[in-house]
């Protein structure tokens, strides 16, 4: 009667009667009550003590640990993992080493052009062809080919997609001002057709992107 997986168990009868372990109707002690479940229900004893057994997890202390063993294990020999900073020994720049290094390659002709004040001719071009030439005095430039130039004069040839949107870009020139205008005319420097248009114009000064230059060469 006071096993409560009998099919006859009545709860109510079992709560008035309560053993005391002496006539054997009861369990006396938890412990043998244990014993005797796990006897009779080894299946749910099993999925008890697993859902008991919980992760073991690792403090942040101890991963933190565990994190910097790992890195010193990746260090070179003779080496610390944190080692302190090493303060760079002022150095005094030295103009005639910085010039030198543009005395030779192709370095050597934006050098000569900007030291002589020769005008130089640039190709730029668009994605997938030579679209305007600037022509002017070089005033800057670095390893990029980034240059600067002033007093330029550029001629540009717009591709057939450009001239069918004339009207559109006409429209768009408007919101520039007068002196960055294209106007019809200029000579380029390759044989064209009858029916392509070269537009020119005069800007005081032109910063010109080293990914887009084609060709500098000096103008005599």
Same mark, same amino acid.
């Given at each position: *009667?006071?096993?409560? /997986? ?8 079992? +709560?008035?009667?309560?053993?005391? =372990? ?8 938890? !412990?043998?009550? @244990?014993?005797? /479940?796990?006897?009779?229900?080894? &299946? ?7 859902? &008991? ?9 101890? !991963?933190? %640990? &565990?994190?910097?063993?790992? $890195? ?5 020999? =003779? ?11 002022? %150095? ?5 080493? +910085? ?7 192709? *370095? ?5 052009? +900007?030291?002589?004040? $020769?005008?130089? @001719?640039?190709?730029? %071009? ?8 600037? #022509? ?8 990029? /080919?980034?240059?600067? +130039?002033? &007093?330029?004069? !550029?001629?540009?040839?717009? =591709? #057939? ?5 004339? =009207? #559109? ?10 002196? *960055? #205008?294209?106007q019809p005319g200029g000579t380029w420097p390759r044989p064209l057709g009858t029916c392509r248009t070269v537009l020119r114009r005069y800007i005081a000064c032109s910063m010109i992107k080293g990914d887009t230059v084609v060709l500098i060469r000096l103008l005599s």
């Amino acid at each position: *009667m006071a096993d409560p /997986f009998c099919i006859d168990f009545d709860a109510s009868s079992a +709560l008035q009667h309560s053993p005391d =372990g002496v006539d054997g109707e009861g369990e006396g002690s938890l !412990e043998d009550f @244990e014993k005797s /479940f796990a006897a009779e229900q080894p &299946d749910i004893v099993e999925l008890i003590c697993e859902l &008991d057994q919980s992760p073991v997890t690792k403090s942040k202390k101890q !991963e933190k %640990r &565990d994190r910097v063993a790992k $890195l010193e294990e990746m260090t070179l020999s =003779g080496r610390k993992l944190f080692e302190k900073r090493v303060q760079q020994q002022n %150095r005094s720049l030295d103009l005639d080493a +910085l010039h030198s290094q543009w005395s030779i390659g192709p *370095m050597s002709l934006l050098l000569r052009a +900007l030291r002589e004040s $020769l005008r130089v @001719e640039v190709h730029i %071009r668009a994605l997938n062809r030579v679209d305007r030439i600037a #022509r002017g005095f070089l005033v800057a430039f670095d390893r990029h /080919f980034n240059v600067l +130039l002033r &007093d330029v004069d !550029e001629v540009a040839l717009p =591709g #057939r997609k450009e001239e069918r949107a004339f =009207g #559109r870009r006409k429209q768009q020139e408007q919101y520039l001002p007068v002196g *960055m #205008r294209w106007q019809p005319g200029g000579t380029w420097p390759r044989p064209l057709g009858t029916c392509r248009t070269v537009l020119r114009r005069y800007i005081a000064c032109s910063m010109i992107k080293g990914d887009t230059v084609v060709l500098i060469r000096l103008l005599s």
